[in-house]
């Protein structure tokens, strides 16, 4: 293994090795006195993303004012991959929704994100949208809870474009956070196309690449206009996202590489070529 | 990966319809939509494109393009670049009513491609109707037998566009 692989590992271990032997004592002995337990364990999850950042020679430039505690806000941002969630937690100690994942990354999941605040999601239950709706809402009521940072996409795309957002985290009556964040694909391609490799795969190959190197823009607060929907203002801010991190919009959803199209866009194309076949023979 | 006397081999097969950069481009979605690296394309890869999956012809398309390697494939592209000739764009259209291959499209033929277009939203009786209307301006009747030259006399001169650009990095 080359020094710079060794030197890797040795940081990610070292990380591992600070997080672990603080978090665990923090979290069972201050179980008493909440608010210094939910402050430390916040500073320790930043600190293991940091580890995480520097074991990839992670560079990353913000931009933009830091993200503030405030109750009735949510972050909304492009996704490109799990990492996309680690280089912001470790300036800012989000709150995040996710999908639970298998393995070791799912054990990860419950135990250490639980502590600053997740809400999962289940890409695959029907139900599933009504019930993460109400959990988002009752999140960015409370005050003391972690800013939420939602991903509307839904999937991780490959930077290049952003696909259409879902209009979930543009009706809870916040205001909303944009973040951009674009990668620089000379180091490496942070994409994780999970249909062809597992997370696991995907950090050994960025750990084994030159670098991640990254901007992060943090973009002017947005509001709900008077007479926009929701749809209309997840466009807006799609928009906004898309320009300041340089990347092509699409009109496609973003579920569509999990499950097939619905016969009706189908049918819909062959309903108006049949309007147009008998506009013509009443034509004739 | 491709080696350049891979590339040249494929351009020979599509008669220099593409580039070689357009080649190349076309081999990373080639490799990027089969999935489980088999050297070819299956039906269930080709429906994972969702503009596929709502195209009403797919199936057709699908009986034509499925199990094509790569040289094949692109063969089967030809037709779309914009090097194509208006003959060979006809051909291609032609192959798709033809189903069975044998050279000639009947009337049932081009009944069976009009019902993949138009689905339920019209009915069998207007859908014979239309075509025989069709087939009468053009100067056929119900029991003609349409070869290649037939629909290159009917389409030659439409200002036919069937064309598509390969993204080049």
């Known amino acids: ?284 | 990966m491709l080696t350049q006397y891979d590339i040249e081999e494929v351009q020979q097969h599509c008669n220099h319809a593409f580039s070689q950069q357009e080649i190349v481009s076309l081999y990373e979605r080639f490799c990027q939509l089969d999935r489980n690296n088999g050297g070819f394309i299956s039906a269930e890869e080709f429906l994972s494109v969702p503009e596929f999956a709502v195209n009403p012809l797919s199936q057709r398309l699908l009986r034509m393009v499925d199990g094509l390697n790569f040289k094949e494939f692109v063969a089967f592209l030809s037709a779309f670049s914009p090097h194509a000739t208006l003959h060979q764009k006809i051909e291609f259209i032609f192959k798709v009513y033809d189903s069975d291959g044998n050279g000639k499209v009947t009337f049932t033929d081009m009944l069976d491609v009009l019902r993949d277009l138009t689905g339920t939203f019209i009915s069998e009786k207007q859908r014979e109707q239309v075509l025989t209307d069709v087939l009468d301006e053009a100067g056929y009747t119900k029991d003609s037998l349409m070869i290649l030259s037939d629909f290159v006399k009917i389409l030659g001169n439409s200002g036919l566009k069937i064309e598509v650009e390969v993204p080049v990095d």
């Open chain 1, 1 to 284: 293994m080359s020094n710079d692989r060794i030197r890797r590992v040795i940081v990610l271990t070292i990380g591992w090795i600070i997080f672990l032997s603080s978090f665990i004592p923090v979290h069972s002995l201050l179980k008493g006195h909440d608010k210094l337990r939910k402050k430390l364990e916040r500073c320790l999850v930043e600190l293991i993303c940091s580890f995480f950042v520097a074991s990839w020679t992670g560079v990353v430039k913000y931009h933009g004012p830091r993200p503030s505690m405030r109750p009735k806000q949510v972050f909304v941002a492009n996704h490109t991959s799990m990492i996309d969630f680690i280089i912001l937690e470790q300036m800012t100690a989000f709150a995040v929704i996710m999908q639970k994942h298998p393995g070791w990354v799912g054990l990860l999941q419950s135990t250490i994100l639980e502590s600053v605040g997740c809400i999962w999601f289940n890409r695959s239950e029907a139900k599933d949208r009504e019930i993460v709706a109400r959990k988002l809402r009752d999140h960015v009521q409370g005050t003391d809870n972690n800013p939420l940072l939602i991903f509307p996409e839904g999937t991780c795309v490959n930077n290049h474009y952003t696909v259409m957002f879902k209009k979930g985290a543009f009706e809870l009556g916040c205001t909303v956070c944009p973040v951009a964040i674009k990668y620089n694909k000379i180091f490496v391609d942070a994409f994780w196309n999970s249909r062809k490799q597992s997370f696991t795969m995907h950090l050994l190959q960025l750990m084994t690449s030159w670098a991640v190197v990254c901007d992060v823009w943090y973009l002017e607060p947005q509001t709900l206009r008077p007479g926009e929907t929701a749809i209309e203002f997840a466009e807006r801010v799609r928009d906004i996202i898309s320009v300041r991190a340089g990347l092509k919009k699409v009109p496609w959803d973003g579920y569509l590489k999990y499950s097939r199209p619905s016969p009706k866009h189908r049918e819909r194309k062959q309903q108006s070529f049949a309007e147009s076949v008998l506009r013509r023979l009443d034509e004739k």
